[in-house]
């Protein structure tokens, strides 16, 4: 088997969130009501990632709505937690509006995607009939800039491959 190392970054192998901005009323509280952070991301995430099966978003209670602030929210997405950050970037006193930004803070990787994406790899390299082994979770959460490996198999030769999330743009593959 050749060296199987490219630098493509490949998005069907991990689920990517783009930072997006909410504007949100405090409703005369001092604290941000945590239903609607979660609402807001769930909304998102389902506008940019329809085929996710995100169960739930979890935010923590008593935010405060101080510009600068960062907290995280969890989305439930098939039984893995991937943390979301939340920034808050603007906060109007006079008329209680908090406008804050979402951003992932791990990467959600999508094992099923990368063996597609590593066996059309190898298609390219001609190798055929390999089989290609990331594990059996559906999702995996790892560190932005993380990696998981695989167990790449084909003609009798067996190679570990390391899947790198790109600073959860997409993945890159590597010989472990």
């Given amino acids: 088997m050749r060296r199987l190392v490219t630098r493509i970054t490949v998005m069907l192998g991990t689920a990517v969130l783009a930072g997006c901005s909410y504007s949100v009323s405090t409703g005369g509280d001092d604290t941000l009501d945590p239903d609607t952070v979660e609402a807001n ?15 739930s978003v979890t935010c923590p209670d008593g935010m405060k709505p101080v510009q600068g602030v960062t907290f995280e929210c969890t989305a439930h997405v098939d039984g893995v937690q ?3 950050g939340v920034t808050i970037t603007n906060v109007d006193l006079g008329t209680g509006n908090v406008k804050y930004n979402i951003k992932p803070t791990k990467a959600l990787l999508i094992p099923e995607g990368i063996v597609k ?7 390219k390299q001609q190798v055929t009939n390999a089989d290609v082994d990331c594990g059996t979770e559906r999702y ?3 560190e932005i800039n ?5 167990t790449v198999t084909a003609g009798g030769e067996r190679r570990v491959v390391r899947v790198v999330d790109d600073e959860g743009r997409g993945v890159h593959f590597e010989d472990g």
Avoid: F, H, Y
């Avoid at 993380?146 to 695989?150: D, K, Q, R």
């Fill in 140 to 142: 995996r959460v790892v």
């Fill in 146 to 150: 993380g990696a998981i490996e695989c």
């Fill in 82 to 84: 991937w943390p979301i």
């Fill in 41 to 55: 991301i769930s909304e998102e995430m389902t506008k940019q990632q329809p085929n996710l099966p995100l169960n």
């Fill in 117 to 123: 994406a590593i066996k059309a790899e190898l298609r």
